[in-house]
């Protein structure tokens, strides 16, 4: 079973994929399952809404830097 973390990061792996993919029906269907794995995170966080945009993957690179 995946986690609340695991969830976040494979939708925001998702979401870059989707903004790189030079062709439209893969970005869709990376978005389609970025929106998929943000909503099973949300289940598992009382539904609490989730942003995985740019804010936190910005915070995320800053993290990686610091390790």
Sequence with gaps: ??????????????????????????ADAFRQMAEEYQEKAANLNDDEALDIDEPFLVD???EAVHR
Aim: net charge positive; hydrophobic share 40%; proline share 3%.
């Design 1 to 26: 079973m995946n986690t609340f973390a695991d969830l976040v990061q494979l939708a925001r792996i998702c979401l870059r994929q989707a903004r790189i993919s030079q062709t439209p029906e893969v």
């Design 60 to 62: 995320e690179r800053r």
